[in-house]
């Protein structure tokens, strides 16, 4: 006959030691996935709590939205404003850097392909790029005749201008000598 571990007496059964585990073994413990007290899987409806019978229906939505409307307009209308005054700005930054590239490009009859102006760092510089076929031997002179005239008179005049050959390198700037 088998006894108790924590008082040597012999437990109901006769056969096992109190606690349902081999001798000195703590009591079992319920799982810990165990469902809360008071659960039952039967009391569970696939229905909101308000279908149930006595439960509380919801809250209905209020019968005018014009508040709601008005605000998603005032929203947007911000939106609209603010897209606007970016554009604006934009323009009224980069338009006189287009009107001045435009100038270079008509008064080079052709031998100037293209114009941009970039902005690196608080430093704003023209890129200008030799038409195909024009020698790069002919940049110094539309550096000194065609570019530095163009950008005199205008917020633009010192500043920073490279000419590109078609070889892609560097064939004049603003620092060319002039003579």
């Known amino acids: ?6 008082e040597g007496k012999p437990n109901a059964s006769g056969s096992e030691p109190v606690g349902g585990g081999p ?7 319920p799982p810990s996935w165990a469902p809360p007290p008071g659960y039952s899987p039967t009391a ?4 909101p709590a308000w279908w149930q019978p006595g ?18 307009l005032v929203a947007v ?10 554009v604006v700005a934009g323009f009224s930054l980069l338009g006189p850097a287009m009107d001045v590239g435009m100038k270079i490009q008509q008064d080079s009859n052709g031998e100037i392909s293209n114009v941009s102006y970039q902005w690196y760092n608080g430093v704003g510089e023209f890129r200008i790029w030799l038409a195909p076929g024009v020698p790069n031997t ?3 002179y539309l550096a000194c005749e065609v570019v530095r005239p163009a950008l005199e ?14 070889d892609g390198r560097p064939a004049a700037n603003h620092k060319t000598p002039c003579g």
Request: aromatic share 6%; proline share 15%; net charge positive.
């Open 23 to 29: 001798a000195g073994a703590p009591p079992a413990q």
């Open 1 to 6: 006959m088998s006894t108790d571990p924590g």
């Open 138 to 140: 002919r940049a110094p």
């Open 77 to 86: 209308g911000i939106a609209i404003v603010l897209i606007v005054a970016l």
């Open 44 to 47: 569970w409806s696939p229905q």
């Open 153 to 166: 008179g205008t917020k633009f005049e010192g500043t920073n201008f490279t000419i590109f050959g078609n």
């Open 55 to 72: 439960g509380t229906p919801p809250p209905t939505a209020p019968k005018n939205r014009n508040g709601c409307l008005i605000g998603c």
